[in-house]
Nanobody
Framework: VQLQAFGGGLVQAGGSLRLSCTNSRRTSSNNAVGWFRQAPGKEREFVAA????????NYADSVKGRFTISRDSAKNTVYLQMNSLKPEDTASYYC?????????????????WGQGTLVTVSS
């Protein structure tokens, strides 16, 4: 597994960004995939996760109704559509592959991590 995250950038409050996470090494896997974020001086926190089939999703309360996670298994890519962005969403965002098929919300439930992509939301 080799994960690469893309799509971060600078956006004004209320704007949108779409993050992409691609596994560049095709593998036979039914593992869930998640997004986490870490702001300067804060701990890494769960954002969203999706099952392999895409039929199970989980979101942090802070992003419900604003963020949408989806995946294209044919492209080995998971997306995080972020709308109505707020300054408090500013962080480095990381995608990760879970240990199994379950959609989990804790970092220890994930085995492979990509590099972060920085999202900055200005007020």
């Amino acid at each position: 597994v080799q994960l690469q995250a893309f799509g971060g950038g600078l956006v004004q409050a209320g704007g949108s960004l779409r993050l992409s996470c691609t596994n560049s090494r095709r593998t036979s896997s039914n593992n869930a995939v998640g997004w986490f974020r870490q702001a300067p001086g804060k701990e890494r926190e769960f954002v969203a996760a999706i099952s392999w089939r895409g039929d199970s999703k989980n979101y942090a309360d802070s992003v419900k109704g604003r963020f949408t996670i989806s995946r294209d298994s044919a492209k080995n890519t998971v997306y995080l559509q972020m709308n109505s962005l707020k300054p408090e969403d500013t962080a480095s965002y990381y995608c990760a592959v879970a240990l199994g098929s379950a959609v989990v919300t804790t970092a220890r439930g994930y085995r492979y991590w990509g590099q972060g992509t920085l999202v900055t939301v200005s007020s």
